[in-house]
């Protein structure tokens, strides 16, 4: 069943799935896994949560773009944990609570003129915690940009974006990669770009969560965007026999090695991720369930927080990417 692609990250990944020497889709495993989903209650992912911060209108999308513009390689050892209120966070929710504990403490991270002037010290002083955060010059870097770009292209304001889009996820995710330079999650494979996008498509679904599906998180296009290809995912589809290694590929991975950003076995692990979603997709929807690639993505990592300590380990790269 062909569906819009309308960002490109299907047909460019196809190109790569279709060219693959390191990893493949297992039909079998597909359905393992579509079996599993089927057997977990049926259900979106919720914003809801005490470390999500929310203020006036504005303040929230822009916070929202900030959120995701540090929303990535959580992995590095020693992990890097927040204590925030006497609970101590890692990964994702450890950022989560950093930016709050520091918007309490009266840092105005919705203002763009502030992220446009921020630095690596800073930005340090704000994600205090145990152990380093990974890569921390490239999220102030981030920052920077999130910032100069407000201010040179919506006032200063994300919402002008928002409204700018017209109520569709893929016109955002297209101005923000367009001014936003470290959304623009893209590789080359072969010489052929190839497209994921991650950040920025997981930015719309964040913002309809955030506003709850209205204002400016009203989009009406949300099940044309694809999975978020991240490393968790793939672990997940991997532990089900979903995307299978070359044996040289499977015990790199098993022994922890780095995988170096834009390598051929990185690219096509992430482009496998996205093209399994979309034959789980196909699964689910013949099963009488179906869900649009943002939710299935959703399943999938609730499905990840109960893999067995055994289980194969995801794929170490360093990225801003995911």
Known sequence: MQRPDPL???????????????????PEGLDRVA???????????????PLHWRGEREQTANYVLVLDALNFCFWPEPRWRVDYRGQVYDGYWALAAALRRAIEQGEPLWDAAYLARITAEGLARLLAGDGNVPLLAE?????????????????????????????????????????????????????????????????????????????????????????????????????????????????????????????????????????AVEELRHRL???????????????LWNLGQALPPDAPPYHRTLTIFY
Do not use: C
């Open 285 to 299: 929807a013949a099963a009488g369930r179906p869900m649009p690639p943002w939710q299935i993505d959703w399943a």
């Open 35 to 49: 079996a599993a989903l089927l057997a977990q209650p049926a259900g979106s992912p919720s914003w809801e949560h």
């Open 139 to 275: 999220r102030a870097a981030n920052l920077r940009q999130v910032g100069e770009g407000l201010l040179a292209h919506f006032g200063g304001w994300f919402s002008q974006a928002i409204e700018q889009a017209g109520r569709s996820a893929v016109a955002l995710v297209k101005l923000v990669v367009q001014h936003f330079p470290s959304f623009d999650d893209v590789a080359r494979y072969r010489d052929q770009e190839v497209r994921f996008y991650k950040r920025a498509q997981l930015l719309a679904t964040d913002l309809a969560g955030a506003f709850r599906g209205r204002d400016l998180g009203e989009f009406r296009d949300l099940d044309q965007l694809t999975a978020f290809a991240d490393y968790k995912l793939p672990q997940v589809l991997r532990y089900y026999g979903a995307l299978t290694y070359s044996p040289a590929l499977a015990t790199r991975i098993d022994r922890r090695e780095e995988l170096p950003a834009g390598s051929q076995e990185e690219i096509e692990i992430r482009a496998a991720t996205v093209w």
């Open 8 to 26: 490109g990250v299907l047909e460019t990944t196809r190109f790569v799935l279709q060219q693959a020497q390191s990893v493949h889709l297992s």
